[in-house]
């Protein structure tokens, strides 16, 4: 069974930091990409990052780039979401996603990513909440 579940939100001051995991199943991270995405209430989903294992390539979105690093662990078949110097801005639902390897490239992933039948899998979502 192809499956995605995220951990690790939660509540992290301003300026704090969190790392969020997305752990795969029924697939390995050698055959697909794995992408963060954020949705804010009343705002619309966006792409954070998205990343090829094999190429050990990431594309970012702009307002993350120096703060968000992703990484992948292929024993524990994970991505790895580390976020630092976090804004109210960052606050929102994350869900990882994967998509099958040369299907499209990272950006195109990240951007056609907040349209959800897009892409192949979904996880279920955790909640990053910034706030004193």
């Known amino acids: 069974q192809v499956q995605l579940v995220e951990s690790g939100g939660g509540l992290a001051q301003p300026g704090g930091s969190l790392t969020l995991s997305c752990a795969a199943s029924g697939f390995t991270l050698d055959t697909h990409m794995i992408g963060w995405f954020r949705q804010a209430p009343g705002k619309e989903r966006e792409g954070v990052s998205c990343t090829s294992t094999r190429d050990n390539m990431t594309y970012y979105r702009n307002s993350v780039k120096g703060r968000f690093t992703a990484s992948s662990d292929r024993a524990q078949n994970a991505v790895f979401l580390h976020m630092n110097n976090l804004s109210g801005e960052d606050a929102g639902v994350y869900y990882c996603?994967?998509?099958?390897?040369?299907?499209?490239?990272?950006?195109?992933?990240?951007?056609?990513?907040?349209?959800?039948?897009?892409?192949?899998?979904w996880g279920q979502g955790v909640l990053v909440t910034v706030s004193l």
């Open positions: 996603a994967a998509q099958p390897l040369d299907s499209m490239n990272l950006q195109t992933m990240c951007i056609v990513g907040v349209h959800l039948s897009y892409l192949e899998v």
